[in-house]
């Protein structure tokens, strides 16, 4: 008997390959089926049109690969089933997997099909139709063998159908038509098999998703399309050829300026190329500040924009100018200073010539939407410029509001808290608010310890700063043995008092590694400058008018006191010099000091300590060693780093490098 079907009419079939409910009438005459190509991937179920019920087509959209959750139906029982086109499935595959039954079932008369019948249907029957039909060599009467029916709209837009009788087809909206053409198959048994068995195989395959390089790299695209050629970004970062060096324009006066040594003096840091910014001092406020404010605006762009080697250039520039003790007056003193090259030559120049004093790139900056967008985004607590760009070209969302409407539960916990006190993050901290916490935490702190407990502010607060964006404590003791597990105990006696209102991060990273300096090579990802226990937390003053009062609504009255962002730190004495230093100095001063130690000392510098690269033995710069010659205090300790590293001790407020 022949095993060859003509299915060339039958072009919106699909074979029924899974459970079906048992209250069907079909079901309960043909017997219940198992699949018969358990690696055939899932089927996409599409809520239909004004019925609340389902139907199952054979393609798994995007969103599916995430989330291929089911919609019920009160008035007819759910089918799930797994379905393909019988035009795309060989027969061999679908009738081999399973034996059919020898005794040939009663030959019904053969029915011809006119092909408008399946032009806008589509039928979903049981698997026996095919075997019957296979047996029989002939296609068989369908419709009892039917258990789904469903009649395809037109794709044309236009008001929706009224809902069909529950007795009548159900109506969906089709697919859109592909421009994919079936080449024409062998009907060879061997080529059959074959073709079967490598579509088996491709099936078994697991899904692809995107890989977090592949996103980022979609993210980054999609950034470069939109800032190309604008005059705060690279031109090297954009994957184009670079621009020809543009000459710098000097007037024949200037020229001579130079060369009859009208300059100031220069600083001995320059005249000796000191490149490390920890080799120098570098002041709070600068004679240059008004530039210095633009290049920084230069510098938050191309964060923004992914370019991370303009950053390092333009933080490098922006320290050497903020050492330098004159008011510039020509570009030859920017092509004197460490760091600075003909680009920023040709910014000075350009602001110093300009009417308004503003370079065209600070301008272009302020007028920029997707600029705008993302300083916002950033702006907000617990998100970083990459994922300020993933809110925006991944996610799509152009404010604050679509954040909390579309992606709250996306969000972590430190960004949930960024978002919802967005605005009173943003208030500066004045220097009094600043000691007053650092006073409560220092109570605390010794309450559950002992006296002997030292703290130290450092940050923007310790090297000068008038108002602070947060309030960065260290904590430390001269027993090593009370420095474990400080953080928590000291967190805890807070949130009893009611000044931690949130603790977002509580890390006992170097308790955990038995308070020893951060180890040379290490396995831990994304240890960073910092592995010191610490507690990142929301704190809110207790004391205001009426506190415990009712207002007029009889309601006690809320604190209206805002809520600031606390860092708490814990460093054992053996390295608090280490963690002082580094976490009181500005950016580029602490990324400068680790260069130096590892340039020139062949050190790794760590807020923990200080270790030997190659061997990794722990440096003990601060003569922790010798209990007679141990530091009496953090800021001694600190002082002890910089002379055993062979640099000068530079005070707090000579640290400021922007």
């Known amino acids: 008997m022949s095993s060859k079907l003509d299915l060339s ?15 069907d009438p079909v079901s309960s005459t043909h017997p219940t089926l198992e699949p ?12 239909l049109q004004d019925t609340g019920k389902e139907l199952t087509t054979d393609e798994p959209t995007a969103s599916e690969h995430e989330d291929s959750s089911t919609i019920g139906s009160e008035n007819e029982a759910e089918v799930e089933v797994e379905a393909e086109p019988l035009s795309q499935m060989s027969i061999s595959q679908a009738s081999t997997s399973e034996t059919v039954d020898s005794s040939p079932p009663p030959e019904l008369p053969p029915k011809s099909y006119n092909q408008i019948d399946f032009a806008n249907r589509v039928k979903v029957v049981n698997l026996q139709w095919l075997k019957d039909s296979v047996h029989l060599g002939t296609p068989q009467d369908i419709q009892r063998y039917v258990v789904y029916e469903a009649e395809l709209l037109s794709s044309q837009p236009g008001p929706q159908s009224p809902k069909p009788p529950s007795a009548g087809p159900v109506q969906v909206e089709a697919r859109p038509q592909t421009d994919r053409k079936i080449a024409p198959r062998s009907s060879s048994p061997k080529e059959i098999l074959d073709r079967a068995k490598a579509e088996a195989e491709s099936k078994s395959k697991p899904r692809t998703y995107f890989s977090r390089a592949s996103k980022r790299d979609r993210i980054s695209d999609a950034a470069k399309s939109d800032f190309s050629n604008r005059s705060f970004t690279s031109t090297t970062s954009q994957g184009s050829w670079p621009q020809r060096t543009r000459l710098l324009h000097q007037t024949t006066s200037e020229h001579d ?71 510039i007056q020509s570009t030859s003193e920017i092509l004197a200073l460490p760091g600075c090259d003909q680009k920023i030559a040709h910014l000075f ?38 994922t300020a760009r993933e809110f925006y070209y991944e996610k799509k969302w152009r404010d604050l509001d679509d954040i909390v409407e579309f992606g709250w539960n996306s969000l972590n916990r ?20 600043v000691e007053a916490i650092a006073d409560i935490v220092k109570q605390h702190a010794q309450k559950v310890v002992d006296e002997r407990i030292q703290c130290v502010i450092v940050g923007g607060y310790r090297r000068g700063k008038a108002e602070s964006g947060d309030v960065d404590l260290i904590l430390s003791h001269p027993e090593q043995s009370a420095t474990a597990g400080l953080v928590d105990e000291v967190v805890r006696s807070l949130e009893q008092e009611g000044w931690i209102t949130h603790t977002l991060t509580l890390n006992l990273t170097n308790t955990k590694r038995g308070q020893e300096t951060l180890p040379y090579i290490t396995n831990t990802k994304g240890a960073g400058f910092d592995t010191l226990d610490k507690a990142l937390v929301v704190w809110q003053g207790q004391s205001y008018p009426n506190k415990g009062g009712r207002d007029a609504q009889g309601k006690e009255m809320k604190n209206p006191n805002p809520h600031r962002r606390v860092d708490i730190i814990i460093s054992p004495w053996r390295t608090v010099g280490c963690a002082v230093a580094g976490w009181t100095s500005g950016t580029t001063f602490q990324r400068d000091l680790r260069r130096y130690a590892k340039k020139i000392k062949g050190w790794k510098f760590d807020s923990s300590g200080v270790r030997e690269r190659g061997s990794g033995k722990w440096i003990d710069l601060e003569g922790w060693a010798n ?19 062979g640099l000068q001790y530079r005070e707090p407020w000579d640290r400021c490098t922007g």
């Open 257 to 327: 300026e130079g060369v009859s040594g009208n300059l100031p003096p220069m600083p001995e840091w320059v005249l000796q190329n000191k490149v490390y910014s920890c080799e120098r001092a570098t002041p709070l406020n600068s004679p240059n500040d008004a530039f210095i404010a633009q290049l920084k605006e230069v510098r938050t762009a191309r964060l923004l924009t992914n370019d991370e080697i303009g950053v390092r250039a333009y933080s490098t520039s922006i320290a050497s100018l903020a050492a330098y003790p004159y008011e």
């Open 414 to 433: 430190v960004q949930q808290i960024g978002v919802k006190y967005y605005d009173e993050f943003l208030l500066k901290l004045p220097r009094a608010e």
């Open 9 to 23: 009419s039958f072009p919106n079939i699909y074979v029924l390959q899974a459970h079906v409910d048992a209250s």
């Open 36 to 47: 018969e190509s358990p690696e055939l991937p899932p089927v996409k179920r599409r809520k």
């Open 627 to 645: 209990p007679r010659t141990r530091c009496r205090d953090p800021i001694e300790a600190e002082k002890r780093v910089f002379e055993g590293m």
């Open 349 to 386: 120049h350009e602001w110093q010539t300009s009417p308004d004093h503003c370079i065209q790139a600070a301008k272009d900056i302020a007028d920029d939407p997707v600029l705008k967008v993302l300083r916002l985004f950033y702006e907000i607590w617990g998100v970083g410029a990459t």
